[in-house]
């Protein structure tokens, strides 16, 4: 089982940080492991809404179709891949602190034929890049 959690604060209101992140097809922009995004569905993002997303894995290119499976204005966003070789699911949560936002972004799944390819490593890669993803987020939306 893989499960990885790591929180960031970012000096910008909930809804700031929640704009970012529900901008599916611009998610390059924070993520340098993300290499595009593709909507199945144009207009507002919806639970149900359906994406490919094409990502880097320890210089594998990795497509994975995933579903929007949570979204709450401010609050929350989650998404969960279907099938492909990391089956996982993604939940970002956002809490007011102040004048900021605390952003706590969490990965959890079966690595599967995932663990087989890459072994003890992937927990390794995936908490560092999450922890650079974060940092991303945070600088974006502080300048």
Do not use: C
């Amino acid at each position: 089982m893989l499960d990885v959690t790591q929180s960031v604060t970012i000096s910008r209101p909930p809804t700031d940080v929640y704009d970012l992140i529900t901008d599916v097809e611009a998610t390059p922009r924070w993520s340098s492991a993300i290499v595009k995004i593709v909507r199945d569905s144009s207009g507002p993002l919806k639970v149900g809404d359906t994406f490919t997303e094409e990502a880097t894995l320890m210089g594998r290119v990795i497509r994975t179709a995933k579903v929007i499976t949570e979204l709450k204005v401010g609050a929350a966003y989650a998404e969960e891949a279907q099938g492909g070789i990391l089956p996982h699911a993604v939940r970002i949560t956002l809490a007011a602190q102040g004048q900021g936002t605390v952003m706590t972004f969490r990965l959890h799944g079966n690595p599967g034929r995932a663990a087989k390819l890459y072994g003890p490593l992937l927990g390794r890669a995936l908490k560092k890049q999450i922890a650079k993803d974060l940092k991303s987020i945070k600088q974006l939306l502080e300048v």
